[in-house]
């Protein structure tokens, strides 16, 4: 299959290296302390930030920094796909532990210890991308609740198709069996949060603080 044409163009008419359009609205929940609704192209994610507040758990409770935990999901009619996939299935469990670890990253956790911060994440639309979106939301969502950060995080996709390096994969590209990396970063501090491997069958998630 040809994912790029003679002229240049990718499927759905980019450039190679060429996002897709995005799109931002803050305060899309609201009873959550912070909230964000993220779109790339056709690629729709919502967050919900709750916190810092009282531990739920006590035995989980750190004396020194708040306690980060992230639930991520997908919604039965994001993906042309009807079978109803099961909670906490492992895909889910292992995005929401990125999510979570890039999130550490970034917010200043020792400021606020003894406490808790739950971020939800849940994809409504799903086009390819989806890991990048949620980080993207989730980042935007904890400055919408004011959690302090480092800097704020930002995340994108690229892959290598048919001897093409393509930026910002949709989901025909990212099924395309070629190699995709995702990376995430915090632009102000020029550091690396997330930077996740994918080579046909073969998975590695590196994560640099």
């Known amino acids: 299959m040809e994912y790029v044409s003679p002229e240049g163009l990718r499927l759905d008419g980019r450039r190679p290296m060429e996002m897709r359009q995005l799109r931002a609205e803050i305060g899309a929940v609201a009873k959550a302390d912070g909230s ?3 779109e790339m192209g056709n690629t729709k ?3 919900a930030v709750y ?3 009282e531990v739920q758990n006590r035995s989980q409770q750190i004396s020194d ?4 935990h992230c639930e ?3 919604a039965n009619f994001s993906t042309g796909d009807r079978k109803r996939k099961p909670k906490g299935d492992r895909r889910s469990t292992e995005i929401s532990l990125v999510i979570r670890q890039t999130m550490e990253a970034c917010i200043l956790t020792h400021l606020m210890p003894r406490s808790q911060i739950d971020i939800f994440v ?3 639309q799903a086009d390819g991308g989806t890991r990048s979106a949620c980080i993207n939301a989730a980042t935007l969502a904890l400055a919408d609740a004011g959690i302090p950060m480092r800097d704020i995080v930002t995340s994108c996709s690229a892959g290598y198709l048919n001897s093409t390096p393509l ?3 949709n989901y025909v590209e990212d099924g395309g069996g070629g190699p995709d990396v995702t990376v995430g970063i915090l632009p102000k501090l020029d550091k690396v949060t997330l930077l996740q491997v994918a080579v046909k069958f073969l998975n590695q998630a590196v994560r640099n603080h």
């Open 36 to 38: 964000a609704l993220f």
């Open 45 to 47: 994610v919502i967050a």
């Open 65 to 68: 920094q708040a306690l980060v």
């Open 167 to 169: 930026l910002d994969l």
């Open 122 to 124: 849940q994809v409504l």
């Open 51 to 53: 916190g810092p507040r």
């Open 72 to 74: 991520y999901s997908m």
